[in-house]
C-alpha cells in the first residue's frame, strides 16, 4: 500500500520543526521573518511527490530547471530586507511565488517579476488562492527593473547576477535595500545595497548558489 498523503496537520508540525532547526537556530533572530516562514504553505509551491521534501533543509525543484531557495536563504534574504507594513518591495525571480508569499506576509505592496510566462502565470494563480492579493505577478525581464511603481523600499534578486543591474539601483528609494547574489553562473556571494542619497553603500553576507539571472542586464540566455 502506498504511504497515505501527509495532512495540514503533519505540514504544520514539519513547518514548526523547520523553523527552529533550520533558522532560529541557525541564527535568523526576527520574529516577524521566523513568524512568516511558520505561516506561508512552502508545500503548496511544489508539485506533487516533492511536497513531503517541502520543509527539508534543501532547494526545491519547479520545473523550466529553476529552483526554490532553501528555507535558510528565503528567511536570510528576507531578513536582510528590513521589511516593515508599509515597504514596497520588488522581487526579481518570481518562480513557484514562495518568496513572493513571504514577503506577502510583511511588507505593503509587492512586485514580483518573472521571465517564463508559464511560472508566472501559476504563480500569480496560487497567490491570488492563498489570499495574497497584495503581490503582483508581472511577466517580462526584471534587469530593467519595473519603473512604473518605482522607487522601492527593498529589492530582492533570486537569481544569480553577473554584476548589479543599474535599474535596480535608479529604482531603489532613499535608504532603501537591495539583496542579490553576484558572481559566476556556478558560485555567487549574496550581497547587500543599501541606498544613501546618490552613494551606495555594499556589505558582502555569504556564499550561496542560484540559477542565473537571465536578461538584458543579466546573463545570454544559453
Ligand atoms: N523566488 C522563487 C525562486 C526563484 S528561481 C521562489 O520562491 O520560488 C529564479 C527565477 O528567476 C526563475 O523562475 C527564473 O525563471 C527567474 N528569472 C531568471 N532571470 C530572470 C529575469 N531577468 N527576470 C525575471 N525572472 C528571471
Known sequence: MAAAEPSERDFDHLRRRMVEEQLRDRGIRDERVLEAMQTVPRHRFVSGWAASAAYEDEPLAIGLSQTISQPYMVARMT?????DPDSRVLEIGT???????????????????????????????????????????????????????????????????????????DQLADGGRLVIPVGDRSMQRLRVVTRRGESFDEKDVLGCRFVPLVGVAGYADE
Do not use: C, F, M, N
Open 79 to 83: 531578513e536582510l530586507l528590513e521589511l
Open 95 to 169: 518562480g513557484s511565488g514562495y518568496q513572493a508569499a513571504v514577503l506577502g506576509e510583511l511588507a505593503g505592496e509587492i512586485w514580483t517579476i518573472e521571465r517564463h510566462d508559464e511560472l508566472a502565470r501559476k504563480a500569480a494563480e496560487l497567490l491570488q488562492e492563498l489570499g495574497y492579493l497584495r503581490v503582483h505577478v508581472v511577466a517580462g525581464d526584471g534587469t530593467l527593473g519595473l519603473a512604473e511603481h518605482a522607487p522601492y523600499d527593498a529589492i530582492v534578486v533570486t537569481a544569480a547576477a553577473p554584476r548589479i543591474p543599474q535599474a535596480l539601483l
